[in-house]
């Protein structure tokens, strides 16, 4: 399992390609990208807050609960943090199971619990001025 | 001693990312904390608030200890 935070870009394929998992019958990946318009309004990049000490623990505990839940033989999370211009990529998250059923309900278990769990805080850039992104809260049902 | 950490718009309201409390003799919970350390400003912040001691997520209801570090910051919005 690889959890990494990062401020610099990463090539989702590459990094995926590098780990080979064995057993593995399937690998599935989400990339999130910087939206350009948002609210109606053009944004023309993020800055990233995070919570050092605790998002990588955070991003573990996620990881460590969907792979017991859906039997994933590895996992690689890498979010970025600092200033993200868009359209440019923010997070991936890959996973590799033995079967498509587990790879992807694993990974998009693991991208929803970080979206209401992982201690990141999105600003959005504007024209018109930033503003912080509305968040979500670990008992979210969204 | 504890040390209290402010995120995002909490950090911005409160106009500083850190600082440090002395418990009083009676225990605290994590909002009792926030309420004496916010004073006025504590009606600025947005709602809900979360909380995190010593790095997981908590509830405002939970006892703080010497040593610990309690976080409060808005809804989370990584991905």
């Known amino acids: 399992m690889i959890i990494r935070l990062q401020t610099e870009d990463f090539d989702p394929e590459r990094e995926a390609e590098k780990i080979i998992v064995q057993g593995a019958g399937a690998r599935v990946s989400f990339v999130g990208t910087v939206r350009d318009v948002a609210h109606n309004k053009n944004v023309t990049g993020l800055e990233i807050e995070h919570y050092p000490e605790m998002t990588e623990a955070e991003l573990r505990r996620i990881a460590q609960d969907a792979q017991a839940r859906h039997h994933l033989l590895d996992i690689l999370v890498i979010h970025r943090f600092g200033r993200i211009q868009s359209p440019d990529r923010i997070v991936l998250v890959t996973v590799w199971a033995a079967h498509r059923a587990e790879a992807f309900q694993g990974c998009q278990e693991i991208v929803d619990a970080l979206k209401k769990r992982a201690p990141f805080w999105k600003k959005e850039l504007t024209r018109e001025g930033d503003y912080w992104v509305p968040g979500q809260t670990p008992t979210d049902s969204r | ?79």
């Not at chain 2, 718009?9 to 440090?20: H, N, P, T, Y």
């Not at chain 2, 939970?62 to 610990?68: S, V």
């Open chain 2, 1 to 79: 001693m504890i040390t209290v950490r402010f995120f995002a718009a909490v950090r911005e309201i409160m106009g500083r990312d850190s600082l440090q409390f002395h418990l009083p003799a009676t225990s605290l919970t994590a909002s009792e904390i926030l309420s004496a350390v916010a004073g006025e400003r504590l009606n600025d912040l947005p709602k809900p608030l979360l909380v995190a001691i010593n790095y997981q997520h908590a509830e405002p209801t939970q006892t703080i200890c010497d040593g610990d570090e309690v976080a409060f910051f808005p809804p989370v919005s990584g991905g």
